[in-house]
């Protein structure tokens, strides 16, 4: 154990460490983040159309939907370019940045004009991740250039407002310019060239191996007490994709096929290591130390938070980082067999991020009713099972460790 912990900390804590600092990956945590309240706002709106069907006098709200979470895209275009900018120091840029991602982001879903304007929809949301975060990287390229050239910085005796005009036109233009140029002149569907190229990817992460290793390389990372969030990037361009993949089999009348979702991601109960049943245990423990512990972490953990109980207990523990991992890998493979297999149907909610907030149990009931609770139930079972032997070794370990200690 001491060689692996020595291993780690040589070779993987620094490169965790770097990963976690790339200016370019937390631009899109933090983008996501800034986009949240957004998308909440949207979830809430369906929820409020679920809603409807019980209790009929509220008003149908489901359209909120479209106008947050189906803007998703678009959001991200303006605030990833404009905080990739402040990540660089291009403070005078970054608004500037922000709207051209708009434009060109807005050129590249490709509208068509005529006595009916048509814009495919679908391009707004989450489908537009992974070309929103294109843009604004190309848009903050092009301005770190623009930025040095000596003309730029080069202030004459014009007004400030003026001097900003002037070396806004520039960049405005040629980005603005080509992306018409290509998109409408040429005829060339970007969007959908982009989209291709990342597919793949994608469909990797809904394959089993795919979808445990979203699972497991987190739990790992997190059982040495270095943040999983260097993941985050690859695991929210993922799921949210899916999901919007879902999202448009649905409103066909068609079920849901992609697995590895956000409502997926819901029955990690506890969090990373699906850490609750082992939250369970502690509080039935006989060590006054692990007692304390399960009581302190057991309200964060009904709400899926579980930093108290790792970076508590589990961490560098050699006893409990071991079902910590394994629920990592075997966890993911039980809930995809479970909904591949039709044990469950698989699971899509246009409310799933204002569920999110709730505790345990009654966010999958909502989410995906009595087969959300029949799967919540297996998974609380075997990870229960993985944590329970280990559990109970460290249990006794910490009890004779006082009773030494009471002793002497």
């Known amino acids: 154990m001491k060689e692996l912990v020595n291993l780690v900390d040589k070779y993987i804590k620094p490169l965790n460490k770097k990963v976690a600092n790339n200016a370019w990956l937390m ?4 983008s996501f983040f800034k986009c949240m309240p957004l998308i909440l706002v949207g979830s809430l709106g369906s929820l409020i159309g679920t809603l409807r069907a019980h209790f009929s006098f509220l008003p149908d709200l489901t359209q909120m939907n479209n106008f947050s979470m189906g803007l998703l895209g678009l959001f991200l275009a303006f605030y990833f370019a404009y905080s990739l ?9 970054k608004v500037l940045g922000g709207l051209l991602s708009i434009s060109i982001y807005f050129t590249l879903v490709k509208p068509q004009f005529g006595d009916t304007t048509i814009i495919d929809f679908s391009r707004m949301g989450g489908g537009g991740i992974i070309v929103a975060i294109l843009v604004g990287t190309i ?77 497991a390389l987190p739990c790992f990372f997190y059982s040495f007490g270095l943040t999983p969030w260097a993941f985050f990037p690859i695991i929210v361009v993922t799921l949210t994709t899916a999901m919007n993949t879902n999202g448009a089999l649905f409103a066909q009348g068609l079920p849901a096929q992609s697995i590895n979702t956000w409502e997926s991601q819901m029955f990690l109960i506890g969090g990373s290591g699906l850490t609750f049943m082992l939250n369970i245990f502690l509080l039935t423990a006989k060590s006054q130390r692990l007692k304390i512990m399960g009581k302190v972490a057991i309200v964060p953990s009904l709400f899926s938070i579980n930093e108290p109980i790792v970076y508590g207990l589990i961490a560098l523990n050699p006893i409990l980082m071991i079902p910590f991992v394994l629920n990592g890998f075997i966890m993911p493979v039980v809930i995809y067999f479970a909904q591949s297999s039709n044990l469950t149907r698989v699971f899509f909610s246009e409310s799933v991020f204002a569920y999110n907030n709730l505790p345990i149990g009654i966010k999958h009931f909502l989410m995906g009713g009595t087969d959300a609770l029949i799967l919540l139930v297996i998974v609380m079972i075997v990870s229960g099972l993985i944590y329970y032997p280990f559990y109970k070794i460290y249990d006794r370990q910490c009890l004779e460790k006082e009773q030494g200690i009471t002793n002497d």
């Open 27 to 30: 631009t899109i945590q933090g």
């Open 85 to 93: 900018m402040e990540k660089n120091g291009l403070n005078q840029y």
């Open 139 to 215: 848009v903050t390229y092009i301005l770190n250039i623009y930025s040095k050239l000596s003309f730029v910085n080069n202030k004459t005796a014009l007004p400030d407002y003026v001097y900003e005009w002037f070396v806004s036109i520039i960049p405005g233009f040629l980005l603005i310019g080509i992306t018409t140029f290509i998109v409408y002149i040429l005829d060339y569907d970007v969007f959908t060239f982009i989209q291709s190229l990342t597919s793949p990817l994608m469909e990797i992460g809904q394959t089993l191996p795919g979808y445990v290793l979203m699972w």
